[in-house]
């Protein structure tokens, strides 16, 4: 079955700083790719997501990219602010049975 | 629109008790998830339900757990013989159709005693 990876566990930018979290996923099958951002104690809220098709999509100061590939995908947030902290997850959906399989997380602490 | 909802939000219980948590879905989502979420770590797939069908369970880690849904309405997981193993949060998350976006309730944290 599928296996996602993240990296890193935690990330500590300057606001105002870029912070990049990337994923690896194991099987090709593999054709859709959401990350939600989970602030502490809240459900997990779906911030942006990549199909197969597309190599990158942007909204404001995110974005992110998938490299078929390679299967890997990363998130990329510009200009970033304290409010951005937040736990971070990617996840891949296996086409034939549409769960996600999520990575473990990333703990992204945006520094005032 | 009101969201996924879930109740209750805390259950505290005793090991080798049964335990039922409750996921009401957005209206009109026809399938709907569980996942489970252990303290610092990421979702674990349970169970999907399309309409009132479950055609993957895969995720279910023993006999223990089970889950039924109404129609494409509310949705019941049960833990039967809770054991201190069991005790995270329980996320249930629903979507328009099984292809679409995946919107999660605030949890049920289980904590077994």
């Known amino acids: 079955g599928e296996n996602v990876e993240q990296h890193p566990s935690t990330l500590s930018v300057q606001e105002g700083d870029s912070a990049v979290i990337k994923c690896t996923y194991s099987d090709s099958a593999s054709n859709y790719f959401p990350w939600y951002k989970q602030e502490l104690g809240k459900r997990p809220q779906l911030i942006i997501d990549?199909?197969?098709?597309?190599g990158e999509k942007k909204d404001q100061r995110i974005a992110v990219t998938l490299n078929k590939t390679a299967k890997h995908f990363s998130l990329h947030i510009t200009e970033t602010q304290p409010e951005d902290s937040a736990v971070y997850f990617c996840?891949?959906?296996?086409?034939?049975?549409?769960?996600?399989?999520f990575g473990s997380g990333t703990r992204l602490l945006v520094r005032p | 629109g009101a969201g996924v909802s879930q109740s209750p939000s805390n259950k505290v219980t005793e090991k080798g008790k049964d335990v039922e948590l409750r996921c009401d879905p957005i209206?009109?989502?026809?399938?709907l998830y569980w996942y489970r979420q252990r303290l610092g770590q990421g979702l674990e797939f349970l169970i999907y339900f399309q309409g009132n069908s479950a055609p993957d369970k895969s995720g279910l880690p023993s006999d223990r757990f089970s889950a039924e849904r109404t129609g494409e309405s509310v949705s019941t997981l049960t833990i039967q013989r809770t054991q201190q193993e069991d005790s995270a949060v329980y996320l249930c998350a629903s979507s328009l159709a099984s292809r679409y976006e995946q919107y999660f309730g605030p949890g049920t944290r289980l904590t077994v005693t």
């Open positions: 996840a891949a959906r296996e086409d034939s049975s549409y769960k996600l399989i």
């Open positions: 209206s009109g989502h026809t399938a």
């Open positions: 990549i199909r197969s098709n597309v």
